[in-house]
């Protein structure tokens, strides 16, 4: 019965049209990216229903699919919307296969690394992401202090101190170097929220590892991993790490959502040279790159604070383009057209 369930209802995906927003439900994207994408780039459709809507057939719905599917591994929209099926097809079998190929590599086996976690829900978080042959939570604490009250003969032999902060300053940065003597660690890393230049150089000074924390568990424990090495000791710095170690000042979360923006890029307005749609896409291209850049793989500890850099650089030209959007929204509103919210 439900083989028979099954086949009637591919035959009603093949036979039915679809409009734009249950396509876009379909291949899992915001119905108003896919309009820009209609807009922009002239997706291809079935036909028009007497609305003049677009109707997508499941041929159409397929092609939408591939393209969202290559615009998250990172092409760009304006590219790869131009190829035809069969060249979507092969973009994306040789990029399987180039996947295929790295995860087939045999990777060097490191030894189980145990960490001391001070702060209960980041020890959740690793235990959830991190793979049990490389990474264990020895203790879990709630505070620094704990960490150093406890009796030496009771303290468990870790690889390093990891502790999260919502806010680090300069001096929490002396307590976690003081608390890590005592405790006889050589390593420090510290997952933070915010933070800001004094506190992120006396880090480095320390040999404390900071990072900011993307919320993106699977990074997290890269970048533990990573920071870990293969050694107990901190590698030493070359010159291209120290290069890349310029410290940038916290940014701002996004003040803007994709569906926003996506309604500021196709809007009319009565500025005739179309300014506000142009922000707006480019803040949408922005933010995307901003979490791609997040998301990053990462060789060796010059790729993760390149990346890093870049994900903050990003963010701070998102936080300059914000501002003129914001200035575009004052003057749509003084011409009594309100802006979206």
């Known amino acids: 019965m ?15 049209l ?3 927003g249950v396509a876009a439900h379909i291949v899992g994207m915001p119905a108003n990216t896919l309009r820009v994408w209609e807009r922009r780039y002239g997706l291809q ?5 007497d609305h003049g809507h677009r109707l997508y057939s499941a041929d159409d719905v397929q092609r939408i699919a591939a393209l969202r599917q290559l615009t998250l591994q990172g092409h760009a929209i304006g590219v790869v919307a131009g190829l035809t099926q069969s060249e979507l097809r092969d973009l994306l079998s040789s990029q399987d296969q180039i996947r295929e190929v790295a995860q087939a590599i045999v990777q060097p086996v490191r030894p189980v690394r145990q960490l001391q976690v001070v702060g209960a829900a980041l020890a959740n978080r690793i235990r959830r992401a991190a793979p049990r042959r490389q990474l264990r939570i020895a203790a879990t604490l709630n505070t620094l202090p704990e960490a150093t009250a406890t009796a030496p003969a009771d303290r468990p032999a ?3 101190l990891l502790l999260h902060l919502p806010s680090l300053h300069a001096q929490q940065v002396e307590e976690m170097a003081a608390a ?3 405790l006889g660690v050589t390593r420090v890393l510290v997952v933070y929220g915010y933070s800001n230049s004094q506190a992120l150089r006396r880090c480095t000074e320390l040999g404390i590892q900071p990072w900011r924390d993307t919320h993106n568990d699977r990074s997290l424990v890269g970048w533990i991993l990573d920071s870990l090495g293969s050694s107990s000791a901190a590698p030493p710095a070359t010159q291209a790490s120290a290069g890349l170690a310029q410290v940038l000042p916290p940014v701002q979360p996004p003040q803007y959502d994709e569906a926003t923006l996506a309604d500021w890029s196709t809007r009319k307005t009565d500025v005739a ?11 949408l291209r922005l933010q995307q790159f901003e979490t791609y850049s997040a998301d990053c793989e990462h060789r060796n500890e010059d790729d993760r604070r390149l990346h890093e850099q870049l994900h903050h650089l990003a963010g701070t030209a998102r936080g300059l383009l914000e501002r003129a959007m914001g200035l ?6 003084s ?5 979206p919210h």
């Open 2 to 16: 439900y083989g028979a369930f099954a086949l009637k209802k591919a035959s009603i995906m093949v036979q039915s």
């Open 18 to 20: 679809f409009k734009t």
């Open 45 to 49: 459709c079935q036909q028009l229903d």
């Open 158 to 160: 870790v690889d390093a």
């Open 180 to 182: 890590a003597a005592t």
């Open 273 to 283: 040279c179309e300014c506000p749609a142009h922000v707006a896409e480019l803040l």
């Open 328 to 333: 575009l929204a004052e003057h749509e509103q």
């Open 335 to 339: 011409l009594n057209l309100s802006p």
